[in-house]
């Protein structure tokens, strides 16, 4: 199969492809973040020892397997084979938790791994002859060293400078595998021409405390890749954004939601508050907006946030009713189906279509995932006597239209302005409806917006 004047390096490639390829299809099957908040400390660390012990086991009888297919052309042992190899495959499981949970820093422990795979392949390259002294090669007597021209020599860094570059530019706008595979490329070409280590026994025995400390290391950055899943923050909620840093997959929610998740919906409703008195225009100025109502009315929102999933148009029977924070509460679509989010507000005394100009919506945004999120503005009469609703329109969010929002960004004030259609003269409403609509991308997870007031604008 293979001459023994070969390199080893070309059989060695063999087990390492095979462990990780095998380890890769096995763990992105079976190795999963949870979908649901319900881990313990315990069960945490659990978790992360047994998916480091699905792909150590992979990776041993993978890499055993094909050893004795090519023993007769290898110098090292199935055994030191399976640690050195060991360095680049230990990364597979942390990859494919990462990768669930569309974390940034795949570009930076992908590129890692296939350093240690490249550095692997470089102690090895050829039979240890370690202490052996190479004899120099003859030259002609005063014949000048050949030089290569300097193009020749800066070309690969320069293509070195240029592909990282680019990862570093895919990194910036949120595309991580590809940011991973060009600095990946990148980490090759250096280590091709700089490869730090050639067949000596003492880098060797190095490398093989460095797999063994890097599976230390490995079982650290799973545990706190798994800590937005603890039931309890325990203290790390510093560490959930460490790695997490955009949390696509569920975060740990309030205590009090850890088991939204059982219902078909969810009513959140805030404490009472006192409500102004709404004076209705007189007849005579019913057809003057203007002098409808003599200064702006703060109408603070203490209504319920509604969350169903499409093409339910609100909550069923079953749907759980407690008070919480829109902003604090984490709930999300349990299937393919989007979620739905809208504010109810109950008027105790009805509002005239002619009182104002404007309705203003006074929010927070204390969403910090990408995409659009717009706000519809609808009046209801629910008294039954006409049995209508008025849509004043649907205004985009300004703060999430930002390309780049910061991690862990603070809940951002926003306001609102709609006007009020002439359709709206001579009808009354008491309720007041407000759609939450973010981008479909991001419609499997109720948006963190947190209705303040309703401002009625003369």
């Known amino acids: 199969m293979f001459a023994r004047s070969q ?16 380890t890769s299809v096995i763990a992105s099957i079976y190795i999963l973040p949870p979908s649901r908040v319900t881990l313990s400390l315990q069960q945490l660390l659990l978790r992360a020892a047994f998916d480091l012990t699905i792909a150590a086991c992979i990776h041993v009888v993978t890499v055993w397997s094909i050893w004795r297919l090519i023993r007769e052309y290898v110098e090292p042992s199935a055994g030191t084979l399976a640690v050195h190899i060991w360095a680049a495959v230990v990364w597979l499981p942390l990859i494919t938790t990462l990768s669930a949970e569309r974390s940034l820093w795949i570009s930076c422990i992908v590129p890692w791994a296939f350093a240690n795979a490249i550095t692997f392949l470089n102690l090895w390259s ?3 002859q370690d202490d052996e002294p190479v004899a120099p090669i ?3 007597l005063l014949q000048p060293p050949s030089i290569p021209p300097l193009w020749r020599t800066l070309l690969p860094y320069c293509i070195t400078i240029v592909i990282m570059q680019a990862g570093l530019a895919s990194l910036a706008s949120g595309h991580s595998w590809s940011a991973a595979a060009l600095i990946s490329a990148g980490v090759l070409l250096f280590l091709l021409r700089h490869p730090f280590v050639r067949g000596i026994a003492k880098s060797r025995r ?14 650290f950055l799973i545990s706190t890749a798994l800590t937005p899943y603890l039931q309890r923050a325990y203290g790390l909620s510093s560490l959930a954004s460490f790695l997490a840093t955009r949390p696509a997959l569920p975060t740990r929610p309030s205590p009090k939601l850890a088991s939204d998740f059982d219902y078909s919906g969810i009513i959140l409703t805030l404490p009472a508050k006192p409500h102004p008195r709404i004076e209705p225009p007189t007849l005579s100025d019913e057809t003057n907006f ?8 703060i109408i603070p929102f203490d209504g319920a946030y509604w969350y169903f999933k499409q093409p339910d148009t609100r909550p069923k029977a079953d749907a759980r009713i407690q008070q919480g924070d829109p902003i604090k509460a984490n709930v999300r679509s349990t299937d393919h189906r989007k979620l739905a989010m809208e504010a109810h507000q109950t008027l105790p005394t009805p509002i005239s279509g ?5 309705m203003r919506i006074d929010l927070l945004n204390g969403d910090d995932r990408p995409g659009l999120i717009r706000i519809e503005l609808l009046l209801k009469d629910t008294s039954g006597k006409s049995g209508s609703s008025l849509l004043l329109g649907s205004i985009p969010i300004p703060s999430s239209q930002l390309q780049h929002i910061p991690i862990n960004r603070p ?10 259609p002439a359709t709206a003269h001579g009808r009354h409403f008491d309720e007041i409806t407000v759609v939450i609509e973010p981008s479909s991308d991001r419609a499997l997870a109720g948006s963190k917006i947190a209705i303040q007031n309703f401002v009625l604008i003369p």
């Not at 190095?206 to 079982?219: D, E, G, M």
């Open 206 to 219: 190095k490398f093989s405390r460095s797999s063994l400390l890097q599976t230390a290391a490995v079982f």
């Open 126 to 128: 050829k039979l240890p």
């Open 354 to 358: 002619d009182c104002c100009h404007a």
């Open 290 to 297: 203007s002098t409808a109502l003599p200064k702006p009315v």
């Open 138 to 140: 003859g030259r002609v």
């Open 411 to 420: 809940p951002v004030p926003e306001s609102l302005r709609f006007k009020m």
């Open 7 to 22: 390199q080893i390096s070309s059989p060695l490639v063999l087990p390492m492809l095979a462990s990780i390829l095998t």
